[in-house]
C-alpha cells in the first residue's frame, strides 16, 4: 500500500485587488464580512491521525499478545467483564473500544508457586478461562489456530487463545504437555526448568520443542536465557514467540532483546511482541513507538507485534493505562508514516502468521509419522 502521507493542497496566496483610484473602497455591508483570500480551491482538511487509526483498527485489529487477566479474576469477588469492570484493564467494552480483535491469556502462575504445585495452579488458571469466556459469550470466544482467531472476529467475538503457561507445569513429561494441549494450552514458555535453563536447552528440551511443533503449540521465548533462545530458534520448525520482548540497545531491562538475537529472530520468522509496560519501553507513546520502530528495523515488519500486558502488575505508560487505548499507540505510527501494510502486520497479520506456521508445523509432522508407519 502507498504510504499514508497526505499532501495538503495549500490555498492560494491573496493578490491586491484592483480598485479604483480616486476613492477608497467601501466597507463591506457587516452581515457579509469580507473573505481573506479571493475565490479559489478550499485547502484539504488536516488528516486526523486517531481517526485514521481507528478506522485501520477496524479492518486489522490488535491480537494482543500477552493478558493477565485470569490470575486478576482470581482475586476479585465478582466481575462482569461484559457491561464493563472497573477492577481491571481489559474488560469487553474496554478491548472493543480500542480496536482488539484477539488476546492470550496468560495461564503463567506467579515464581512462589513451585514444585508440583504449578500443574496444578496450572489447570486451575485453564479451567477458570473456560469458565469466564463461557459466561461471557457474547463477547468472547474460544480459539487456538489462525482459521478459529478469524471466525470468532467474523461472529463478532474477541478470540481468547491459551497460554502462554509455564514449562515448569509440565515437568519432565511429553505426556503431561499433551494434555495440556488438549484442554487447549497454544503456548509454553521455555525457561525456568532444568531442561530450558541459561547453558540452552538439554536434549530433553529439545524433545520439547519438537513436541510443540507435532502439537501446534506455540514455544514462547520471554525471559528465556539466550542460550535457550538461540537454541530454540534453530531446532523449531514452526515460528517462535516473546510475548513480552523490547529492543535492549533502547532499554535495558529485563527480558528484552539485544539486536543479535532480533537479527535471528528475523531469519526464523519468529515474532517479538513489544510490551506496553514501562520498566520495559519506557513512560511515554513515543517511547513504546522508538521499539516497535527499532524491532521492524532490525527484525524486520513481519516480525513484530504488540503486547499490552494488561492486568499484570507491569505499570503501563502513559497515554496507555488500558487496553482502549491501542488507537493513540496506531496513532503515534501513523504519524511516523509506518505504511498502512506495515501497521497491519503489526496489529494482526503477524500473529496469524505465526499461528498458521504452527498449524502447518504440526500437519507436516503428522504427515511424516503417517508415511513413517506406512513405510
Known sequence: MADLQVELNATAEAGELDRPAARPPEPPPISEPAPAHPP?????????????????????????GYSGLPWTLRGLPWYDLEIGDSAVDADVPRL????????????HVPENVTGDRVLGATLEQLDLV?????????????ARTASEV???????????????????AIGDSLATLRALHALGLCSLTLSGTSWAGPQGLTPFGEEVVRELNRLGVLA?????????????????????????????????APGNLPDDLLDALGAAKGLCLVPLAAEQTGASIREVADHLDHVRRLAGPECVGLSGTYDTSAA???????????PHLIAELLERDWPEEDLARLTWGNVQRV???????ARAARERRRQQAAG
Open 40 to 64: 479559489g480551491p478550499e485547502a484539504a482538511p488536516a488528516p486526523d491521525p486517531l481517526r485514521h487509526a481507528r478506522a485501520l483498527l477496524a479492518a486489522h485489529p490488535v491480537a494482543d
Open 96 to 107: 472493543r473500544a480500542g480496536g482488539v480483535g484477539g488476546q492470550f491469556w496468560s495461564v
Open 130 to 142: 473456560k469458565h469466564v469466556v463461557g459466561g461471557h459469550s457474547d463477547g468472547l470466544r474460544l
Open 150 to 168: 478469524a471466525d470468532a472476529r467474523h461472529c463478532g467475538r474477541i478470540a481468547v487463545l491459551i497460554g502462554p503457561a509455564r514449562a515448569e
Open 220 to 252: 514462547e521465548l520471554s525471559g528465556a536465557a539466550e542460550a535457550t533462545a538461540h537454541r530454540v530458534l534453530a531446532v523449531s520448525r514452526a515460528p517462535v514467540l516473546f510475548t513480552r520482548s523490547g529492543a535492549r540497545a533502547l532499554r535495558d
Open 316 to 326: 503501563h505508560p502513559e497515554g496507555l493505562a488500558d487496553a482502549s487505548r491501542y
Open 355 to 361: 499461528l498458521r506456521g504452527a498449524d502447518f508445523a
